[in-house]
T-cell receptor, first 115, second 111 residues
Framework: DQQVKQNSPSLSVQEGRISILNCDYTNSMFDYFLWYKKYPAEGPTFLISISSIKDKNEDGRFTVFLNKSAKHLSLHIVPSQPGDSAVYFC??????????????FGAGTRLTVKP | ETGVTQSPTHLIKTRGQQVTLRCSSQ?????VSWYQQALGQGPQFIFQ???????GRGNFPPRFSGLQFPNYSSELNVNALELDDSALYLC??????????FGPGTRLTVL
């Protein structure tokens, strides 16, 4: 069962513009959400997270927004850079912040940032 | 500080065979999680080991089994391989709670 969904397999943006990646979830028990970035031949690397007690978390060019009523989160990258080109995975878990057990991932969105 | 390493990088097996994949966790981490990533999909949680004990399991059959050693490295064993087991297998090390650090994965092909 797909409890975490990323409905856009790919996204292409121009360098300097905003990239918005979206993620939906169905399990209301999820209370900790993360974004991972994956380059070819490497494992996913943690990018940013958000607890369900917040609706926004910022880290430099990256901001994650959480809309609990809509069971939706999004990752904004501003400004986008060519080095941001990668596959981005949304992930979720239940059981409190930083719980990494039984983490559920979306299928990923391939972001291409054009120079 | 050494990162998470996995071996082998690539592996080809035939249906019905058994395979063992290995993962060395990052220094200071006592928890290892294993994931299966099929083509075009996200990582799917197989199980997690904490201090040598299984600490959680996803929706995978018993022919997927694991071990964690006193140095917190880990093995994933898959018996009676099926064609659908072809995937990238990722391990991630972490503390009991907190950020997971992923290895580069083992690409398994079952013919």
């Amino acid at each position: 069962d797909q409890q975490v969904k990323q409905n856009s397999p790919s996204l292409s943006v121009q360098e300097g513009r905003i990239s918005i990646l979206n993620c939906d979830y169905t399990n209301s028990m999820f209370d900790y959400f993360l974004w991972y970035k994956k380059y070819p031949a490497e494992g996913p690397t943690f990018l940013i997270s958000i607890s369900s007690i917040k609706d926004k978390n910022e880290d430099g060019r990256f901001t994650v927004f959480l809309n609990k009523s809509a069971k939706h989160l999004s990752l904004h990258i501003v400004p986008s850079q060519p080095g941001d080109s990668a596959v981005y995975f949304c992930a979720a878990s239940a059981g409190g912040s930083y719980n990494n057990n039984d983490m559920r991932f979306g299928a990923g969105t391939r972001l291409t940032v054009k120079p | 500080e050494t990162g998470v390493t996995q071996s082998p990088t690539h592996l080809i097996k035939t249906r019905g065979q058994q395979v063992t994949l290995r993962c060395s966790s990052q220094s200071g981490h006592n928890t290892v999680s294993w994931y299966q990533q099929a083509l075009g999909q996200g990582p799917q949680f197989i199980f997690q080991y904490y201090r040598e004990e299984e600490n959680g399991r996803g929706n995978f059959p018993p022919r997927f089994s694991g071990l964690q050693f006193p140095n917190y490295s880990s093995e994933l064993n898959v018996n009676a391989l099926e064609l659908d087991d072809s995937a990238l297998y990722l391990c991630a090390s972490s503390s009991r709670v907190g950020e997971q650090f992923f290895g580069p994965g083992t690409r398994l092909t079952v013919l």
